[in-house]
């Protein structure tokens, strides 16, 4: 079975900085494209940040400049370093992976289980 499993969220004041971590487990033999989303109170999950296969990066407009996401293939990981963070930035973070190749073929769209990120005024 292939697992999504994201860690470093909590509680910062503003200005501060966090680094999220994800981590795919299972017998995997490539992966795709990775990714942060965040979900809000009350609001739809928005795109925060992708990283390609070839490391090519994209960014929402409300991040770019304060969050850089990087990959390590070898540790089949995914990281958002976020800094600067604002009141704005609190949300649920989930990490996804649009595609993996397991030992048991292709397996698509791939999400954690989410972690915390509240930053105070």
């Known amino acids: 079975q292939v697992r999504l499993v994201e860690s470093g969220g909590g509680l910062v004041q503003a200005g501060g900085s966090l680094r999220l971590s994800c981590v795919a487990s299972?017998?995997?033999?490539?992966?795709?494209?990775m990714g942060w989303y965040r979900q809000a109170p009350g609001k739809q999950r928005e795109l925060v940040a992708t990283i390609a296969s070839d490391d090519f990066t994209n960014y929402a407009d409300s991040v770019k400049g304060r969050f850089t996401i990087s990959r390590d293939n070898d540790k089949k990981a995914v990281y958002l370093q976020m800094n600067s963070l604002k009141p704005e930035d609190t949300a649920v973070y989930y990490c996804?992976?649009?595609?993996?190749?397991?030992?048991?073929?292709?397996?698509?769209?791939?999400w954690g289980q989410g972690t915390q990120v509240t930053v105070s005024s």
């Open positions: 299972g017998i995997i033999f490539t992966i795709g494209d």
């Open positions: 996804t992976v649009d595609r993996m190749t397991t030992h048991r073929g292709p397996v698509l769209d791939t």
